[in-house]
């Protein structure tokens, strides 16, 4: 597939350097092309090609948005180029002392459906610290594969965002629209604090068990 990065920090490098070595054609949307985030996921991953927000959101079939929360205003400031496009949010707003940045009021992820509403948004690759999107193998345990919570209101574009994740190693759980990303980002700031404050390590992750 196509797919574009706003944003290629630890999260957007992550996911970009293993969707381009799966094959898809990925291109970095970039403000800047000489910034640090792009230099070094440029030298990372070869394959990786830039060009700007502009033509990179054109041309692509999906886009990731990898970006600070307190920045998505402003990445996201040209909604038309939006339209009918899927955007995976990878985003989280973390608000002072690991606290939801929303108040637990309003999802961040309805945050962005707002801002490009013509956007098929699906909130995604969140719940986990990037470390887990470099890596998402986990040896000894068969066929079970680490969970990936996917939340959106498009079917369609949540089967799309499903198809990657599974690609990419994960198992998605669909939860449904884009309101349940409040919940999502909860689990985002439950990791955070067993994950990295308690110290239980990066390398946890949920499954999914059902009857
Ligand atoms: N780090 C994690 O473990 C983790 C896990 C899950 C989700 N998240 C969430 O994922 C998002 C990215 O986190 P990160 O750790 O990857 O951040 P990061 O390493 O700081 O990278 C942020 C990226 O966003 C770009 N950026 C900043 N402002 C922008 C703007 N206005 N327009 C376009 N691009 C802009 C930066 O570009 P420049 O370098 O050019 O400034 C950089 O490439 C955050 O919302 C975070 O909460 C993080």
Redesign the pocket.
Known sequence: MKLAF???????AALAGNLSKLGHSVTVAA??PG????TEALARFPKLTVATPEEAIAAAEVVFL????A?VE??LADPDAFAGKVLID???P?GPNLTHGLNSERSGGEVVQDLVPQAKVVKA??I???ENFEDSSYPGYGDLRPAMLIAGNDAEARRVVATLCRELGWEPVDTGPIAMSLHLEHM?LLWIKMARVQGVGAGLVWARLQR
Do not use: L, M
């Open positions: 706003i944003g290629i920090g630890q999260v957007g403000r800047d910034s640090k985030s792009v990898a970006t600070p929360f920045a402003a990445a990878c985003t989280n973390v690759f969140t986990y610290g990037f985002t």
